[in-house]
């Protein structure tokens, strides 16, 4: 049987993801009518979903057995009351492997202090010593795929990493703490925060003002999670005060990040274009295609969204 497969994402992204779904959808034994476009909505089995794409209003899908997203984050589509149908998000190795990367760079940034040597105002011999991974507390903020794979990287260097997550868990190797007294413990005396929790209603401004002032004076913040998880104002004030040493955020409230912004004029603030980790299209693309063939053989569905969670 030939499967209906719909591509709704923005268009400019069908050339990049057009082969590599073709190839590992025929590795998959998927037989399947691939496009970006439908003529008869409720003809379709499987949408592959990225936001700002064709796709608002899924009532007229009836027979979709589920919703892929291209994406790691789904809060633009979770709240959307048409969507009745599986909503499964993006669990990605490559991508995994992106935000892994990039937070490991900008820990150890922040750690060494390296920013202190890239063309400083006038010559200088700083020879101020940073201390090793050991002695430094790092908090990692969401302990899901990215926040776990990146705490255990960082624990790998031997930092000092305590993770937090909604609910209590063990991992070896990593101490870690769930619900509002563990974020506090968490966040106490850490010297460099990683933020990598969904954007929900529970999730907003996690670091406000309150919850900065618990970090080590001059802390740091790599928030490559979601802008709103961060109180802009607090963190602004933060800054100001000496509290917060320096932040690289790679995500934003509103994106692009508004040429006004006040963010812009923060030399200790690092901006990135929310480039951390990219969905790849040749490993997202197996996770497509497997999640199709787990559903057509009967398997439970990969990397489901708890809709009432939000995540
Ligand atoms: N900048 C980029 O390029 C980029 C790329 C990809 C993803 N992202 C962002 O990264 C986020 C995390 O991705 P992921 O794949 O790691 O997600 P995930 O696997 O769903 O993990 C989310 C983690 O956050 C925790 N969490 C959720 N709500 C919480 C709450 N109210 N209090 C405490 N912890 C809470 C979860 O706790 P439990 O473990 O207890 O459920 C889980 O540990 C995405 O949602 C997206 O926003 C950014």
Request: charged share 20%; with cysteine.
């Amino acid at each position: 049987m030939t499967l209906r497969i719909l591509f709704a994402a923005p268009r400019r992204l069908w050339p990049e993801f057009e082969a590599p779904l073709r190839r590992a959808l025929a590795e998959a034994g998927i037989e399947a009518d691939l496009a970006p476009d439908c003529a008869d909505p409720a003809a379709v089995d499987y949408i592959v979903y990225a936001p700002r794409g064709t796709i608002t209003d899924f009532t007229p899908f009836v027979r979709t057995r589920a919703v892929l997203n291209l994406w790691a984050g789904v809060e633009s589509i979770v709240g959307n009351l048409t969507l009745t149908q599986p909503l499964c998000r993006m669990v990605d190795p490559g991508l995994t492997q992106g935000m892994v990367e990039y937070v490991v760079g900008n820990v150890l940034r922040h750690h060494l202090g390296t920013d202190r040597f890239v063309r400083p105002p006038a010559p200088h011999w700083d020879v101020r010593i940073p201390p090793l991974a050991s002695e430094r507390k790092v908090a990692v903020l969401g302990l899901g795929v990215l926040g776990l794979a990146c705490a255990r990287a960082l624990a790998r260097l031997g930092f000092d990493v305590t993770g937090w997550a909604r609910r209590a868990r063990r991992v070896s190797g990593l101490r870690t703490r769930s619900g509002p007294a563990g974020l506090r413990a968490t966040l106490a005396g850490a010297e460099i925060v990683v933020t990598l929790l969904p954007l929900t209603p529970a999730t907003e401004n996690t670091l406000d003002a309150g919850r900065l002032g618990l970090l080590a004076r001059g802390a740091c913040i790599v928030n490559p999670g979601r802008g709103a998880l961060i109180d802009d104002a607090a963190l602004l004030a933060a800054i100001a005060s000496g509290q917060v040493g320096g932040a690289t955020l790679d995500v934003f409230r509103t994106e692009p990040l508004p040429p006004d912004h006040p963010f812009w004029a923060e030399p200790r603030i690092t901006i990135t274009p929310h480039i951390a980790a990219d969905t790849r299209a040749e490993t997202s693309a197996r996770v497509i295609a497997e999640n199709i063939r787990r559903d057509q053989a009967g398997q439970p569905l990969l990397y489901l969204v708890d809709r009432n969670a939000g995540y």
